[in-house]
């Protein structure tokens, strides 16, 4: 580790620092050289129009996409090439697009499914499971119905919960609020802000640029599969031009 500089503050490694990665569905050369970087307690926005390479981005990190250039560092692991289960057994939290509610399971025994899958010792379950009933209080009236039949807001406070419940130090959620009303989407988003508030970092992949742009500390924006500009949220706020140039609102 190298001494801070006089002064300064020292800076914290970043949670997630992906660079130049190269990502192929087969022979589909889909992300060309994107690099960007989170960092313990950021809430990053992954922005871009449909089609851009944002899930693909996230599926890299999750080992779900063949990389064939670059690297992708999370939570201080090297994870290319290594399994989905293994990266995330390094803290590493997933919201894939699609909630995937199993029929038939209760909430309680998503948690459980999702602890055994990140190798949470058994006895470790029901504290794991009340850190996730902190973040999502309202689930607690929930735990015992079936998950699939809950409403499409509560289904996806499961998804982030599950991703939640390993010690998650990063986590990496894709379109959350995707067809939810707006003051439950807003909800979502305000406590992934408060997720990061506390020290995760969060990579929040978004279709609502306004809303992205309001919670997020920085904003990269992807294009075919390339980082086309990228910045601090505030400053990006500020300029009006901004969105219209990068996201055509
Ligand atoms: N399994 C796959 N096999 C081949 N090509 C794929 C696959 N999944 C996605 N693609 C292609 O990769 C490109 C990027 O897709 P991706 O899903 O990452 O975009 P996105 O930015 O998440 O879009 P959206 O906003 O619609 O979710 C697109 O051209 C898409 O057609
Ligand atoms: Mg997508």
């Not at 850190?131 to 807001?153: N, T, Y």
């Not at 406590?191 to 508030?197: F, G, Q, S, Y």
């Not at 992949?205 to 742009?213: F, I, P």
């Not at 992807?222 to 980082?227: A, N, T």
């Amino acid at each position: 580790m190298t001494a801070a500089a006089p002064g300064r503050a020292p800076v914290d490694a970043p949670l997630l620092a992906v660079g130049g990665v190269q990502g192929y569905y087969g022979l589909a050369h889909v992300l060309q050289g994107v690099s960007l970087t989170v960092q313990p307690g950021e809430l990053v926005a992954l922005l871009g129009r449909n089609g851009a390479g944002k899930t693909t981005t996230v599926k890299a990190v999750m080992g779900m996409v063949s990389v064939r250039g670059g690297h992708i560092c999370a939570a201080g692991h090297d994870v290319v090439g290594l399994a989905t289960e293994r990266v995330a057994q390094f803290g590493i939290g997933y919201v894939p697009e699609d909630r995937r509610m199993f029929p038939g399971l209760t909430v309680r025994e998503n948690f459980r499914l999702a602890a055994l899958g990140a190798r949470v010792p058994k006895g470790e379950h029901a504290a794991a499971q009340g850190r996730v009933l902190e973040v999502f209080p309202q689930l607690e009236p929930h735990l015992d119905r079936d998950a699939s039949r809950l409403s499409g807001g509560q289904q996806q406070m499961v998804a982030v919960g599950r991703a939640l419940i390993c010690g998650t130090r990063l986590l990496l959620v894709d379109e959350i609020t995707q067809g939810l009303a707006p003051i439950i989407a807003t909800e979502m988003a305000r406590t992934l802000r408060r997720v990061a508030d506390e020290g995760l970092g969060v990579l929040l992949v978004e279709q609502n640029s306004q809303m992205a742009l309001e919670l997020a500390d920085r904003v990269y924006v992807l294009d075919q599969g390339v980082i086309v500009a990228s910045g601090e949220a505030a400053a990006m706020r500020a300029d009006p031009t901004w969105m219209q140039q990068y996201l055509q609102l």
